[in-house]
Every structure is written in C-alpha cells, then in structure tokens.
C-alpha cells in the first residue's frame, strides 16, 4: 500500500507542474514551449529522459559480462554532443526548424523527406513502446500483481497517465517534468547505493573504494581489437551513436529546440553531455555492490543480468524503503523517456506526414490516437512473451537510424543532389545489405559487428545516395 500511495503523490506532482505550464497552451507551445525555455532546466531534463526504464534496470547488470567498458562508450558520448551542439543546432535554428527532418525536404526532396520522418515513426515507437513494456512488466510483477489488476489494466493506465500530464503543454510541459523526474531518479539512485553499502557494513567511502578495487570495475580495453568491447570501437560508436540517436532523433532534439537562442542550445547540449560518464558510473558502482552484497549473502547471480537490481531491490531483501526507492525511480526514469516520445511521435506526425502543424484539432488527436498505437505495441509485446522476437525488435530499431545518418550526411556534407524518388528504396536495401554483411563477416572472418554497425549502415545509404546523384542536378544548400 505504501508503494500505490507513493506513486499517487508523485503523479499529483506532475499533474500539478502540468495544470501550472498547460495554461493558455497553444500548437506552438505543444511543439516548441514558444523557444522560451531555460536552457539549464532542458539540460538538467535531458540527463534523466535519455535514461529510460530499461537502462535504470540493464547497466548495473552489464558488470556481471563487461564491467565497466560501457563506460567507454560513455567517453565517446562527449564529442558525439558537441558535434551535434556546433554543426547540427546551428542548422536546425538557421532554418527555424519545428522537426529536424524538414531539412531534408529543403535539401534532397519530398520523398527523402517523408523517407526520414517515417523511419523516426518507425523506430521510435516500437523502441519507446518495448522499453516501456519491460517497465509495465515490473511494475505489474511487483506492484499490481499483488492487487490482482490485470495487464492491460497496468498499461492502459501508465500510458493514460503521461497523456493526462502532457496533453496540454506538450513539450513545454516536459522541460519541467523532466526535471522534476530527473531529481527523483537520481536521489533513488544515492539512497539505494548508501542502503546497499550499509547492508554491508560500509560507509560510502569504503564502497567506493571496494568499487575501485574490484575487477569487474575494468573500463577500458586496449589489447583485443576482435572483441566488441574495444575501445576505439566503443568510443568512436559513442560519438556517433549520439549524432544519430540524438542529432538526428525529433525525440531527443525537441527539447533543445525549445531553447530562446542557440547559444543557450549550445550551453543546454554541452552541459548534459557530460553529465552521462559520471550517471552510468553510478549505475555500474551499484551494480558491483550488488555482485559484491550477493557473494557476501551466498546467493546465486541471475543467468540474466537485467535482473540483478530487481532482485535485491524489488524483491524487499533490502527493506521496504529500497522496494519503494527502485519503484519511484524506475517509473521516472521510464515516464520522462516515454512521454517524450509521445510528444515527439505526435509532432512529427501532424507536421511531416500529415502536414498540418497549425491545426490543432488533429493535433489533439493525433496524440490520442498515438498513445493508443502505443498501448497496442506493449499488448503486442505481452502476447507475443518471446525473448528473441524482442531482441530482434531492438536490433530493428538500431538498423533504422543508419538511413537517417547517411541522409543527413549526404545533405550536408555534399552539394550534389540526389534521385529523389530513388531515395526509398536506397533506405529500404541499406539495412538489408547491411543485415548481411553482420551475418557474414563473423562466419568468414571471425569479426564481430558492435556498435560500429550504424556507421556501416550510414555508409550504405550514403554510397546509395551518391550512386544516384549528379554535379548537374545539384540544388544550392541552404
């Protein structure tokens, strides 16, 4: 009971932050909070709506196979953020951008725009709608089990609650949630870090140093350029993971549009980009501690290592007070990456495909109808219950952001201009090639694909491009 009674009072804190910014809410306001949004609030924001439900539950397991050499991609993250701060953010505000795939409209043509937009569709909800399924999955098990409410109940009421919050103010709503969930996430975090440290017997100081000095705390990987953990490959897929899944991602890039110049922009995307070393440090230090608390009880790891901070954290093995910190904090760390994909779904829907960004009718609708597809997808996840079915969809969704970098690198940094009804099928092939090539090389040579794939799918779409472009169909850049 304590846990429903937490999470009532942290959605009436929501809902209050939403009645104060939905007042006199306009389009653009749902799109762009009327560019007047204070840059640190985005960044503060962002640090906790790029960290989803799964990532809270997923990094503190990663020790358990790679230890900390995610943080390697971590590094990687930095100059990734600051090339999208100096050399995409200057495009998108020169043009006054609404969504960043209107580019490619002015650039390439219609159909590379609609090409960019769909794949943004395409990949964002069925990302956005698994991860927050694996989210309703726990807060099912450990939450609403217990009072026999049946799934589709726990979904339609989660996705519900992010519409009641969001459907007025948009994304200028979220710049203040954001940051309200980010606060929660991470002091969920510290408190159950210390609960963990003292079940052992530690002060914070000596779990830092136990942390320090076990060897899963191993980042980086210089000597074996076959594994996928090395580091040029990690740092270099960092850089360019957030160009892609950020950069160029209506998602993550509504926000820092929302910024009154781009100076501010820049300052906003910098800041946060940091940010994300000593965040996944956190979530990797507690997943040592809790190899290191499961050693010292005797109990077996999970063969799963999404499942090692559920089971201490939720299970109550750590007290009441820890199952109630692991609820506040995964439900904010999956409603602040959720609800802006809701958002950002809807704009690019009323703006790109339907082409109808002042009609606020649909746009209203449009948001309905978005977080019903979005509840049908969870439901559709929870029927289908099958690991490598959901895996697959993961990696679907990592293929459909390499025809996005290739078209937004072709754009600008060539002044050809390209077969634009060619453009489709150049992004449909690229993944599919490039799905080969990943199941090939490994057979023939024993080299594993990592993250290094999306620049490989970029390339693809980019070499497609080329082969159907010409210096005399050229059209002046903007």
Known sequence: MIIIITLLAYFAALFAVSRVTGRRATNNTFYRADRRSPWYM??????????????????????????????QTCLGFIPGYFIVAFILL????????????????????????????WYFL??????????????????????CDDFGIPFFATASCMVALIWLYTHRGGIKTL??????????????????IANVASSMDMNMGEAARSVALDPMSRIFVFDDWMSTQNFWKQFVSGAFIVVVMTGLDQDMMQKNLTCKTLREAQKDMCTYGFAFFPANLLFLALGVLLVQ??????????ANGDELLPMFAATGQLGTAVVVLFTIGIVAAAFSSADSALTALTTSFCIDIAGRGGDERLRRRAHIAVCVVFIAFILLFRAINSTSVLNAIYTLCSYTYGPLLGLFAFGMLTKRQTLDAAVPYIAIASPLVCLAIDHLVPVLTGYHFGYELLLLNGALTFAGLLCFSGRGMARQQP
């Open 42 to 71: 985005v960044a503060f924001g962002m640090v906790g709506a790029s960290i989803s439900g799964v990532t809270y539950v997923s990094v503190p397991g990663m020790v358990t196979t790679s230890g900390m050499t995610y943080l």
């Open 90 to 117: 200057p495009l998108y505000y020169r043009l006054n951008l609404t969504t960043i795939y209107s580019y490619l409209e002015s650039r390439i043509g219609k159909m590379a725009y609609k090409t960019g937009a």
């Open 293 to 302: 608390l499961a050693s010292q009880k005797g109990v077996p790891l999970p």
């Open 122 to 143: 395409l990949s964002k909800i069925l990302g956005a709608s698994l991860r927050f399924y694996v989210v309703c999955l726990i807060v099912q098990a450990f939450v």
């Open 175 to 192: 710049v203040w949630t954001d940051s309200f969930q980010t606060v929660c996430l991470f002091t969920s975090l510290m408190l159950i």
